[in-house]
């Protein structure tokens, strides 16, 4: 209270009644450097003959109260007062009064509006010119991977098939992770296979800097492109499979099989290592090099159902190492990568007979894993319960080792 030691009162024309019970009320001075009221709130209710818990109202009413020594920093109206220790309270920082704060308020939900609005426009505008891209594609001259996935999608989706849109793709459950299922839609949208419809919702798209975007693959709203020779999508599906039928007499077969078996292999023993951990509530797994490597070293030797098995046995041992006393969680876990090698070699060595972890073949297990073994290999179950990358290697790529 600097400079003026004293509220300031303007009178309302209501209430004349109580005006002499707001003079006393917001009557003071300094008193030995401090301010001090000079009745209390008893003795002016005693006084008045008013409730003593009224008073404050009855002020009000009568008198709106102004401290002129602080005064709003957008538009210096003094600061009004709801009651005496409003007034004798210390105000830290700048005083902006109740309309002011409510006008900056206002001004910043404007702003975010607009703003939000503008990032909409421009979502729009990139699902719009998007949308205009991979429009037709010469499906005779697919490649033979990239046949196999387009197969997978028509067969897991009704709609894909009859007339090439497909929403929700998280839900085809094409391959173990929807991360890879996620990659492998790119990987067709980049090749010109996929396009984007324009319903496909703004959240599936994100800006980045610099004018470009990223987008977010299974809320995006996904059409093939038409066939250029002008088939209709069931004929397209077609000659999917006619491609994907010739087998050996396409010369990306063998590469198209090891790559489509390690990619589904490894994303298959990622996702199971993640669930198993999981499930003994152990810290999450940090995929680093050693990791990478025992599960690859793993897959060399042994199938994916197999190699599920083995990674079951393993989570298990260091989920009970972990309960020991003086055993740290996080280290139980480093030990996994170690154990699965030393056991692979152990397998290897001593022949054991791994027994597969299967799921439902028909229902459970991922399409392209069924479609890679049913219709790529043509060896169904019993081809995926016994495939290694070291016998995929000396059987479908020929023993060609060049081939890593
Ligand atoms: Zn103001």
Known sequence: MESIARPFLCFEEAYPEYRQLALDYWSGGMVDGRF?????????????????????KLVRLAATAVNPAIRCCDCDYPQELSSRSAFTARVYGDHLCTSCLQARNRARQDKQKQEEERRFAALREVIANASQRNQTFCYDDIEYTDAVIAFGIMLASDEACEDGRFQQSDALHLCTTTTLS??????????GILGMEDTTPPRAIELVKEGGWSYFPHRIHWKFARDTNGRSFPSVMTL???????????????????ELWRMLAYDDALDHLVQEVDSYRLPDVRVGPKTDEAVWHALEHFSIPQVRREITNVVKNAAALSQRRDYVKRH???????????????????????????????????????VLFNR?????????????????????????????
């Open 376 to 404: 790529v290999l043509g060896t169904g179950l019993p081809g995926f319960k016994t495939l290694s990358n070291s016998l995929l290697k000396t059987s479908v790529l020929g023993g060609d080792a060049a081939f890593e």
């Open 36 to 56: 001090k009221w000079d009745a209390s709130v008893e003795d002016i209710s005693e006084l008045h003959g008013v409730l003593k818990k009224d008073v404050p």
């Open 332 to 370: 139980a876990l480093n030990t996994i990568p170690g154990t699965l090698i030393s056991y692979v070699d152990r397998a290897v060595s001593e022949g054991w007979q791994v027994s597969p972890v299967l799921h439902n073949w028909q229902n459970e297990e991922p399409i392209l894993l069924t």
């Open 182 to 191: 996620g990659k492998l839609l790119g990987r067709l949208f980049n090749r």
């Open 240 to 258: 999917l499979g006619e491609i994907i039928d010739a087998r050996e007499d396409d010369p990306e077969y063998g590469q198209a099989v090891a």
